[in-house]
């Protein structure tokens, strides 16, 4: 009888060692998507009254802990589980059921409002065409994207990628052009204001932007989950994690810096703030830019949507084929394409439900998801390294107890400043992740067998 798993009866079908350090970056940046921070602009400029720079500082500074620990993990357990491998074997399969369960909530719902935002980008652009009709073609365009293989996927990354950095170069310039041009100054002033710095509430005003930025970082952590895709995952994927999370983050600086810099009072005249990227882009470059900033952003979020699905599809593959869910199906590898396609398909059934939810449900859900995540992979490089494997010199103090401990305390802090909403559905999607997780062991007395090595 032949193996459904695989394409012989006498091995199971794996997922092919295809990416390399250059797909890797690139499969983060177009998870991130390079224009990301433009989601927020309008919300966090007025929230910080201009100080968007400091903001994305802050952010990206705290973000690296979390990245350092991502680094420090994958070289510990290269497997396709990420934050869930990492619970596992650090503490127990249950510990790490929950972790897996909390960062699959941000990648399942990371789709779903990429649907949705650029559904609602389209029908501005092109009114006569329903809402829905979107939803389903981007739903079925990354579904099919996906199960494809993960090399398809590196290869709209790439173009993706490239069309989103060609916007950001001519952007760049334009608004460069615009600052000259209207004898405007760079200058300090555009990253730090004393006295709007004091009106907008100081630190505590910078780190309630700092809490609404954080969703502009989600996506270089799934680098972790393509452990077993990845050639010599030991040195390219914590590679692969820096160079996404310092280069994304210094990139946002760099233009809320100009941005600021060239629109000095934005914060306080923008109508729409939900929408502010696009008067931003017309007042600095032109109306032109701003349509070729939809565009590029709705293609982003496509992409991003593609590799949401797929480091999902990889954490669920990882739970189901150690047995925390149905095995035959959430532990199945297509034997052609090597892709867990079942869960694929899965995925691409809930991004359908974008046509019920709301942009604000989803951000909450995916927020609560990804910070609680971040938490558990800090705190399972102590618990790996400082605890269980006992390093404990002076170095390995700063590297294995420190440093993740900054991370989680930075993630745990941007969790409880959440919106009360936020950590109500967080809270709903825990609870039946334990109620599942407490009839498939029959109330925790069943042991759970490991296989990562497998």
């Known amino acids: 009888m032949s193996n459904q798993n695989g394409s012989n009866s006498s091995a199971p079908a794996e997922l092919s060692r295809v990416l390399t350090l250059r797909s890797l970056v690139f499969y983060g940046i177009a998870f991130i998507i390079p224009l990301a921070f433009f989601t927020t602009y309008g919300i966090v400029t007025n929230t910080t009254h201009g100080h968007v720079s400091m903001t994305y500082v802050v952010a990206t500074i705290c973000m690296v802990f979390t990245a350092y620990s991502y680094c420090r993990m994958s070289k510990a357990f290269p497997s396709s589980g990420s934050v869930y491998a990492y619970a596992t074997e650090t503490f127990n399969p249950y510990i790490g059921f929950i972790a897996g369960w909390t960062i699959v909530l941000g990648y399942m719902f990371l789709p779903m409002l990429n649907y949705l935002a650029s559904a609602i980008f389209m029908q501005a652009a092109l009114p006569s065409i329903p809402l829905w009709v979107w939803v389903v073609l981007f739903t079925v365009i ?123 009072t934005a914060w306080n005249e923008i109508e729409n703030l939900d929408g502010g990227a696009v008067e931003v882009i017309a007042h600095v470059a032109s109306t032109g830019m701003s349509y070729f900033f939809i565009a590029a952003y709705v293609v982003g979020c496509i992409a991003a949507s593609i590799n949401a699905v797929a480091s999902a599809s990889r954490v669920l593959y990882g739970m189901g084929r150690d047995g925390l869910l149905p095995k035959k199906c959430f532990g199945y590898i297509n ?39 971040f938490t558990f992979v800090n705190v399972s490089v ?33 969790l409880i400043n959440l919106s009360g909403t936020s950590i109500i559905y967080g809270i709903i999607w825990l609870v039946i992740g334990i109620i599942w997780l407490a009839i498939v062991t029959k109330g925790f007395k069943k042991s759970v067998t490991m296989s990562l090595d497998e």
């Open 142 to 264: 990354v579904t099919g994207a996906n199960l494809l293989g993960i090399k398809v996927a590196d290869i709209f990354n790439n173009v993706v990628v490239i069309i989103q950095l060609i916007f950001l170069v001519i952007l760049l310039i334009m608004t460069i052009r615009y600052i000259t041009g209207h004898d405007l100054a760079i200058n300090m002033s555009a990253f730090y204001n004393s006295e709007e710095f004091a009106n907008m509430g100081g630190v505590k005003g910078i780190a309630s932007g700092a809490a609404i930025v954080c969703l502009a970082y989600l996506g270089f952590d799934g680098i972790a989950a393509l452990g077993e895709e990845a050639i010599e995952p030991k040195k390219n994927i914590p590679k692969a994690l820096m160079i996404c999370c310092i280069g994304v983050g210094a990139m946002y600086v760099i233009f809320t810096y100009l941005l600021q810099a060239a629109w000095p």
């Open 335 to 373: 034997p052609k394409f090597h892709v867990p396609s079942y869960n694929i398909l899965i995925m691409g059934a809930f991004g359908l439900t974008a046509l019920f939810f709301s942009l604000t449900i989803a951000s909450c859900l995916i927020n609560f998801g990804a910070l609680l995540g």
């Open 382 to 414: 102590i618990g790996h390294y400082y605890v269980k494997n006992k390093n404990r010199t002076a170095g390995d103090f700063f590297r294995h107890l420190l440093i993740p401990l900054v991370g989680a305390a930075y993630t745990m802090y941007m």
